[in-house]
């Protein structure tokens, strides 16, 4: 099984600042990595697929990068409404397929 | 717009079973791989199953093997989720999720239900 780690667990940003979420994976994923925003009471929403592919509807603030075991979502200009966690998922090796803990990303 | 609702949830005791439902809405869902990830009160997501779209395949995370059974009912455009002998960890909300491919799979998830929470307690 693939174990996904990201860090911090807990980040807190100033809007209009960027902010950077890490996610490293136990052995190599390629690019098959997912980026997950979940606010409290709501179901996860797809932001990237494939490492740096933004979903349908997500704005250009958010970008992803990475290949292999090393990923990172960057949030530029940051808004009230990003505060959410945010969590990275692998699809490479399967079953299982399998998420990280989470980063709660606070703003200041 | 793509819809997915689930149903079923509830408390039930250690030992019990329960099924839950996905009724599906907004889509071809006979084309589309579905599956279901749950997530402990307080914890991060856990991916449970998928089913391949005309049922040809299925696949569980080994902590549910031999106990839920994904299946699904094209013709009502209804994902299930069978869950027998259920445990104090089987706790979670429980969320539907489309994999976005119509042609193979993918493995991730674009479209998510609300969540249903099961609770097993004595």
């Known amino acids: 099984e693939i174990v996904m780690t990201q860090s911090p667990a807990t980040l807190s940003v100033s809007p209009g600042e960027r902010a950077t979420l890490s996610c490293r994976a136990s052995q190599s994923v390629s690019g098959y990595l997912a980026w997950y925003q979940q606010k409290p009471g709501q179901a996860p929403r797809l932001l990237i697929y494939d490492a740096s592919t933004r979903a349908t509807g997500i704005p250009a603030r958010f970008s992803g990068s990475g290949s292999g075991t090393e990923f990172t979502l960057t949030i530029s200009s940051l808004q009230s409404e990003d505060s959410a966690v945010y969590f990275c998922q692998q699809y490479n090796a399967w079953p299982p397929i399998t998420f990280g803990q989470g980063t709660r990303l606070e703003i200041k | 717009q793509v819809q997915l609702v689930e149903s079923g949830g509830g408390v039930v005791q250690p030992g019990r079973s329960l099924r839950l439902s996905c009724e599906t809405s907004?889509?071809?869902?006979?084309?589309?791989?579905m599956h279901w990830v749950r997530q402990a009160p307080g914890k991060g997501l856990e991916w449970v199953a998928v089913i391949w779209n005309d049922g040809s395949n299925i696949f569980y995370v080994d902590s549910v093997k031999g106990r839920f059974t994904i299946s699904r009912d094209n013709s009502k455009n209804t994902l299930y989720l069978q869950m027998n002998s259920l445990r104090v960890e089987d706790t979670a909300v429980y969320y539907c999720?489309?994999?976005?491919?119509?042609?193979?799979?993918?493995?991730?998830?674009?479209?998510w239900g609300q969540g249903n929470l099961v609770t097993v307690s004595s």
């Open positions: 907004g889509f071809t869902f006979s084309n589309y791989v």
């Open positions: 999720a489309r994999d976005p491919s119509r042609i193979g799979v993918r493995l991730f998830f674009d479209y």
